[in-house]
């Protein structure tokens, strides 16, 4: 079966039927944006790029980053993670996610409160 994006909140699941995704949010503090292009893999969630607009205090590039544009890419070397999970605040904007040509805030792809766990699954 092909794989997909699951996102998970406060007992509700939703499926995005994808094979890769993008999220991006601003830094609640220096107002820097912020982008991941992820890979959805058997072995889990792989971030293939990263891209920072600007850096600030503790946002660096990291080594070997790339200016391009006023935007610094990267690849980040961590291994497919089996989930993420990110936070929900009512400090700061919401993370946006972009999958199959759709982008929209991530309480439009999933409802409810607290984190949002996203991870590999089956497309129905």
């Known amino acids: 079966m092909p794989l997909a994006l699951c ?7 939703t499926v ?3 094979s890769q995704f993008s999220l991006s ?13 992820w890979r959805i893999t058997p072995a889990g969630l792989v971030v293939e790029e990263a891209r920072i607009q600007g850096h600030g ?5 990291p080594e070997g980053a790339v200016l391009r544009d006023g ?6 070397q961590v291994p497919p993670q089996p989930e993420v999970v990110l936070a929900a605040s009512d ?9 199959e040509g759709r982008c ?3 309480h439009q792809w ?10 590999r699954c089956e497309a129905p």
């Open 7 to 13: 996102l998970a909140r406060a007992g509700a699941t």
């Open 16 to 18: 995005v039927a994808a």
């Open 25 to 37: 949010w601003t830094h609640s503090i220096e107002k820097i944006r912020w982008e991941e292009l």
């Open 57 to 61: 205090a503790g946002m660096e590039p």
């Open 71 to 76: 935007v610094w890419h990267y690849h980040p």
């Open 91 to 99: 400090f700061t904007a919401d993370h946006t996610l972009c999958a």
């Open 104 to 106: 929209q805030p991530l």
């Open 110 to 119: 999933i409802a409810g409160d607290g984190p949002v766990h996203l991870s």
